[in-house]
């Protein structure tokens, strides 16, 4: 079992949608939780950056993490177009290196 | 200000060939992280440097692999006697890496390997 799951999609809504996109983890030592969309043949592009338990919101994002559950979520409101792209989320603990543990990443598309 | 940079964009090499790859991080930040990235999955880590020294190398799948940093700043991922299975894009990503200034990552475009 991987230490982070996440489904890979891929996920079609209609544009103005609201999107949610989740992950589960199983290692109760991470404390800091990351979002990051990737365009195709593109680097990840850091979107939310989270520490511990509650929620985070960002222009249109919304980020909410839920340590007892060991679930994280994003929530992208008025979804557009431009949103298409993989979502990925990440975590790592407070202590060691501080090496981000990926998910697989979530396939959104929005359609016009 | 300028991003993580990584050179080439992509690299084709015959099986068995050496090939380096370079990452210049964001100015000023400390940490210095390797992943690779196959097709459909997320980034996997390799290796984290902090300042000179690789401080986490345990990502490395065997002993083909190495990575340098001798300045603290610019790093260079390199594979010897490269595999088809080590076609993937490599990604590089810096970090201020302080517990007070956060430790986010910021990562590059990623050089692209295929092995032939």
């Known amino acids: 079992q991987k230490e982070v799951e996440q489904d890979p999609g891929p996920l079609s809504v209609p544009e103005g949608a609201i999107v949610s996109l989740n992950c589960t983890y199983s290692?109760?030592?991470?404390?800091?939780f990351m979002w990051y969309r990737q365009y195709s043949r593109k680097g990840p592009e850091l979107l939310m950056y989270?520490?511990?338990?509650g929620n985070k919101e960002d222009g249109r994002f919304t980020a909410q993490v839920d340590k007892s559950s060991k679930y994280i979520s994003l929530f992208i409101r008025d979804s557009q177009p431009s949103d298409s792209a993989t979502y990925l989320c990440?975590?790592?603990?407070?202590?060691?290196?501080?090496?981000?543990?990926f998910g697989t990443g979530t396939r959104l598309k929005v359609l016009a | 200000g300028a991003g993580v940079s990584q050179t080439p964009s992509n690299k084709v090499t015959e099986k068995g060939k050496y090939v380096e790859l370079r990452c210049d991080p964001i100015?000023?930040?400390?940490?210095l992280y390797w992943y690779r990235q196959s097709l459909g999955q997320g980034p996997e880590f390799l290796i984290y440097?902090?300042?000179?020294?690789?401080?986490?190398d345990s990502g490395l799948p065997n002993d083909r692999f190495f990575a340098v940093r001798p300045e603290g700043s610019v790093s260079t991922l390199k594979i010897q006697r490269t595999e088809r299975g080590d076609s993937a894009v490599y990604l590089c990503?810096?970090?201020?890496?302080?517990?007070?200034?956060?430790?986010?990552?910021?990562f590059g475009p990623g050089t692209r390997l295929t092995v032939t």
């Open positions: 990503a810096s970090s201020l890496g302080d517990a007070g200034a956060g430790y986010e990552q910021y």
């Open positions: 290692n109760s030592a991470f404390q800091y």
């Open positions: 989270t520490y511990s338990s």
């Open positions: 990440a975590m790592t603990s407070t202590s060691g290196t501080y090496k981000y543990i």
């Open positions: 100015s000023g930040h400390t940490a």
């Open positions: 440097f902090q300042g000179t020294g690789a401080a986490d």
